[in-house]
Every structure is written in structure tokens, then in C-alpha cells.
């Protein structure tokens, strides 16, 4: 099996430069090393390859038609490899393909309206938006983020608090025709209320009230769903 002729990037670097700058001196001083150490790793590489890449002497020099061969084909690792950087490199904007998992209850007018500008600031994002009504694993989902009202207890993910959603009560008219309103937070648990399923059964309700004062009340429910809608 024949060996590499190019055994390191800076081989490659090395005799690319020196093709493109038709000297070695000249070669030396754009890589910041010794025209003993371009001499030398271009004596490697001939040595591997087996044939004179290059013809020079003191006065003359000359890449040969093998040479010229290998240096295209060097060129474009080297032009692949710069292109690679650049697709990681840091940028002021976003750039490839990111799939979120939402929530229906999140998902609503102002969160799409800032998704669409995110996407009109960033030409070269897109976005794959995948509607969840249960909480799950990013690696398990194939998701790269996951928007959530409530607790999150991912093993293994950052979390973030982005935002907060604020909930009011509401009952419809004939609700309140057949049932009563309740006149007090505690009567709550003597009423039908609509619980949302979130990866744990409601048992509370946080109220606060025109005081701005939290109270925890026991809430009593025939229906549960995981889409408030």
C-alpha cells in the first residue's frame, strides 16, 4: 500500500505555498519559519512521493506537471478546510437548521411574531417547529430546544427562564348560570375546574391576588387535558 505524501497540514501548507509563491525564501518568510525547514519537509514529501515535484536549484525553479497535479488537489483541501472554519466560525447572526418543540398554550400570537422577525433578522436560519402537549427529552424528541410553560426537570439540559405567561380565571356564562361563582378561592375545590396536563397532575392553583399576594388553593377537576385550547 503506498504511503501518504502528505503526512501533516503543514506539509500541505507548506508545498502549496511554495508552488503559489515560485520560491522557497518567499515560502519561508510566509509561513514564519527557516528556508532549511521548507527545504526540508519538501524533501519529505518528494521522498514519499517518488518523484521530483519541484525542479530548482539556486538560480532556477520549476514545478513539474506531477507537481502541478498534486498541488491543485493540496489547494482544495486547504480551500475545504477554510470553508469548514468559516461555517463554525462566530457571527452576528444565526445560520442552519434549528428544531424546537413548543407548547400549544406557547405557540400563540406574540411568541410567532417573534420567531418571525428572529427569522427576517437571520436570512440564513431555518426553523423546524414541532407542537408538543407533553414534556420531553431533547435527545430522546431529536429537538435542539424546548419551549415550556412550568417546571422542567430535564437531566442533562440548561434551562432558562424566558418569559412568563399569566393566567386568569374564567368560567362561561352558563357555567355560572347551572353552577354559581365562587365567591372565595377556597370554594374552588367544590367547582369543575379545567386542569392542564403538564407531566404532573394539577392538585393547586396559585392565585395572586390585587394585593399582589400568592395563595395556594386546592382545586377539584373532572377534566384534565394537555392542550388548554
Not at 48 to 66: N, Q, S, W
Not at 138 to 157: H, K, L, M, N
Request: glycine share 6%; aromatic share 4%.
Amino acid at each position: 500500500m503506498q504511503s501518504a505524501i502528505f503526512e501533516s497540514l503543514d506539509e500541505i501548507k507548506t508545498y502549496v505555498r511554495v508552488v503559489e509563491a515560485k520560491s522557497l525564501s518567499a515560502a519561508a518568510r510566509a509561513l514564519h519559519v527557516s528556508v532549511n525547514a521548507v527545504w526540508s519537509r519538501l524533501e519529505r514529501i518528494e521522498q514519499r512521493a517518488g518523484m521530483r515535484l519541484i525542479e530548482r536549484t539556486t538560480r532556477a525553479f520549476r514545478v513539474t506537471e506531477a507537481g502541478e497535479r498534486v498541488a491543485r488537489r493540496a489547494r482544495r483541501i486547504l480551500d475545504e478546510l477554510e470553508a469548514a472554519e468559516q461555517d463554525i466560525a462566530p457571527t452576528d447572526r444565526l445560520r442552519g437548521t434549528v428544531r424546537v418543540a413548543v407548547s400549544p398554550d406557547v405557540a400563540a400570537g406574540a411568541f410567532m411574531s417573534e420567531l418571525a422577525q428572529l427569522l427576517e433578522d437571520n436570512p440564513e436560519l431555518r426553523v423546524e417547529l414541532i407542537g408538543r402537549s407533553r414534556l420531553v427529552e431533547p435527545v430522546a424528541a431529536g429537538v435542539d430546544i424546548i419551549v415550556w410553560p412550568g417546571p422542567v426537570t430535564s437531566q442533562g439540559s440548561t434551562v432558562r427562564k424566558v418569559g412568563s405567561l399569566v393566567w386568569a380565571l374564567a368560567a362561561a356564562p352558563s357555567y355560572i348560570a347551572a353552577r354559581g361563582a365562587p365567591t372565595s378561592p377556597d370554594e374552588l375545590k367544590q367547582h369543575s375546574c379545567l386542569l392542564a396536563v403538564r407531566g404532573r397532575r394539577e392538585a393547586r392553583w396559585d392565585l395572586v391576588d390585587s394585593r399582589g399576594e400568592t395563595h395556594e388553593v386546592e382545586v377539584a377537576s373532572r377534566f384534565e387535558s394537555d392542550t388548554t385550547e
